[in-house]
């Protein structure tokens, strides 16, 4: 399957899921002008992906920050990974945050109470 790269910048994340190895990351900030059309590909090929998944899926969450509309996009992707989850292949969320952000620790924890997928809460110090 073929992986989907996009370069991060001041609005949005770095992206980088890669079908032959199961592993799925979002990495910077998240405040695009239009999360919907910068989510979009993402969700894409998450569908194309659950017709296929590896049997072990990796997923790597580092976000510093992201707006609201970001938010329900982010879901989107969650929720395509918990088809992967529920088809009885496993799917591994682990989700960053600083330190000192409650705020994101606490995304983590509403996301996670949301989907039906374990997320492992990791601290960067």
């Known amino acids: 399957m073929e992986s989907l790269f996009i370069e991060g910048t001041a609005k949005t994340p770095a992206v980088r899921f890669d079908g032959d190895q199961g592993l799925i990351e979002i990495k910077g ?8 059309e910068f989510y979009k590909p993402l969700v894409d090929w998450l569908e194309k992906y659950t ?8 997923v790597n969450i580092q976000l510093e920050y992201f707006n609201t509309s970001s938010s329900k996009c982010i879901l989107d992707v969650f929720k395509k990974l918990e088809t992967i989850h529920k088809s009885n292949n496993e799917v591994a969320i682990n989700w ?17 109470s949301i ?11």
């Open 29 to 36: 900030r998240s405040i695009p002008e239009n999360s919907i």
């Open 51 to 58: 017709n296929t998944p590896k049997s072990q899926t990796k």
């Open 96 to 112: 960053y945050y600083e330190e000192d952000d409650e705020d994101m620790l606490e995304a983590g924890e509403d996301y996670e």
């Open 115 to 125: 989907i039906r997928i374990p997320f492992k809460m990791i601290e960067i110090v």
